[in-house]
């Protein structure tokens, strides 16, 4: 070995630095190692929603949530199949989470975002508008802590284990360059120099998911093609799982990929117009199918069902949806999660409905009566149309210009499999059923939490409160 430490962390998102704090707090010989030239992942660029039941917001408001409610909803977007113990145990320490991070300098805004698919709002937005509120600040003392290494560029390889099986240490090349043309994560060809990492306590894998993984995510999903977009950051690849399930770690419901259904077609990736929609459009307004002016789906449904029907729509000739909402909504954004959207030209400004219509080329009389009809369910505090929840969105109807709108299309988003776990954080083998000796993982490089579909803002519970976990049990 070159170098030796306590703990191995492969990955700066949520997951990683969540536990790195643990583990420093501990007074534990801390190394992070990140294969990009920035840290934080997908965790730094995500919209920074924290899905938290049972919040002081929500009791301030006097919306009643539970435990169990929380599992129900998640367990109804997972198709059932999610691992009950570790929803159970997201939301028993959830809360604790979220003060663990607010202990590290997270801000949160003191309103609660509506998130598709729960019953109830119960979801925390930073203040910064992202995930960037949450991991930069940690970020920051944590580098402070002592006895912390983090080294970016640094890309883990392999494992390093003994005779009994137990993971030991870790093979890594420092000065690496990643070549996002590359179609997955090639071993050999991305250069730097190798050394050999010490673990005397554990490795914590922390590495996300794959959903930049071209070949590794058509394997799992043929649909997908190498120009199929996604909100992920281009080092989003398989690499360190499937090093997992090469040591025995048991593979989860690896081939269910989540696409997000908020972002926009007319930008590369997550982009500056995903928030607009999450925030604004599908909550406060709708989403209307530019060839006959309608309303088709439920706008604050679980993910999949929305990104199910939004696909029906655009068909084979690129026939995107328009989500749209009025001034009312857009009072109630963050200034980054409509402006930058604007002055990249990706959500459009309208004096009124005829103009929006006609600048998407919808039939205009069907696209108002679409409007009437919606407003009149807002009122009515029913739609009988598709059944969105009207009482999540504060009586606002689409009625005070300008209005905004945007074309919306998914995009690959999260990938729901991975590694098992058990509610310590252990990776588990596939011949013991028992964990591997001095191996935890959490985030997204896990699978089980979200079955067969995230709900909007669990990631962040996910991610954090595993990675948290895994640090109290090294
Ligand atoms: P999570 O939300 O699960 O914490 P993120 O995507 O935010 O996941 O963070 C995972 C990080 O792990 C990313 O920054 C990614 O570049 C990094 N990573 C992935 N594979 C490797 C690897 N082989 N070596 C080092 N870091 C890696």
Redesign the pocket.
């Known amino acids: 070995f070159d170098e030796e430490y306590d703990v191995i962390i ?8 969540a536990c790195g704090i643990k583990c420093a707090e501990k007074g534990y010989k801390t190394l992070m ?4 030239g920035r ?6 660029i ?1 919209g920074g929603i924290f899905c938290v039941p049972q919040n002081d917001l929500q009791k301030k408001a006097g919306i009643k949530d539970s435990n169990e409610l929380f599992i129900a909803d998640c367990m109804k977007a997972g198709l059932g199949i999610n691992h009950k113990e570790l929803l159970e145990t997201l939301a028993k320490r959830a809360h604790e989470t979220y003060q663990f991070t607010l202990k590290y300098g997270a801000k949160y805004l003191d309103s609660l975002v509506h998130e598709g698919g729960h019953s109830v709002p119960r979801t925390y937005q930073t203040a910064v508008g992202s ?1 960037a509120g949450i991991v930069l600040p940690l970020m920051e003392r944590f580098e402070k802590m002592a006895g912390v290494a983090l080294k970016t560029r ?4 392999d494992f390093v284990m003994d005779d009994a099986g137990r993971v030991i240490g870790i093979l ?1 090349r420092e000065d690496y360059r ?1 070549d996002s043309k590359l179609f997955s ?1 090639d071993l050999e060809n991305q250069g730097g120099t190798p050394k050999a990492f010490k673990a005397t306590k554990a490795v914590m894998l ?4 794959f959903c930049q993984d071209k070949y590794y995510r058509a394997v799992q999903d043929p649909r997908l093609t190498p120009s199929t977009d996604s909100t ?2 281009p ?3 398989a ?2 799982l499937l090093k997992a399930f090469g040591i025995g770690a048991v593979p989860v419901q690896v081939s269910w990929i989540q696409f997000g259904p908020w972002a926009c077609p007319d930008e590369k990736g997550f982009g500056v117009g995903s928030m607009f929609n999450v925030n604004a459009s599908f909550r406060y307004g709708i989403s209307v199918d530019p060839k006959t002016g309608k309303r088709y789906m439920n706008e604050l449904a679980d993910r999949k069902i929305r990104a199910d029907h939004m696909f029906a729509v655009i068909g084979k000739d690129e026939n995107y949806p328009i989500n749209l909402c009025d001034s009312q909504a857009i009072e109630r954004l963050l200034p980054d999660h409509y402006e930058k959207a604007l002055k990249a030209g990706i959500l459009k400004k309208f004096n009124t409905l005829e103009e929006l219509a006609q600048h998407y080329k919808m039939p205009v009389e069907a696209f108002k009566k679409t409007v009437t009809d919606y407003n009149s369910y807002v009122k009515a505090g029913k739609d009988p149309e598709f059944g969105k929840p009207t009482n999540m969105v504060d009586g606002i109807t689409l009625s005070k210009a300008p209005f905004y709108a945007m074309r919306g299309t998914p995009k690959l988003h999260h990938t729901m499999g991975g590694l098992q776990i058990n509610t310590q954080a252990q990776v588990i083998h596939s011949k013991t059923h028992q964990p591997i000796p001095g191996l935890y993982a ?4 896990t699978g089980g939490v979200h079955g067969a579909s995230r709900l909007g803002s669990v ?1 962040i519970t996910d ?1 954090l409160t595993f ?1 948290m976990i895994a640090g109290e049990n090294i």
């Open positions: 492969v990955g700066s998102g949520f997951a990683g630095i190692i990140e294969k990009m840290i934080g992942g997908n965790s730094v995500n995930g640094t890309k883990f390889d890594a990643f994560d922390a590495s996300g998911g992920n950051h080092g989003a690849t690499g360190v959490a985030g997204e490089v990631a991610c990675g």
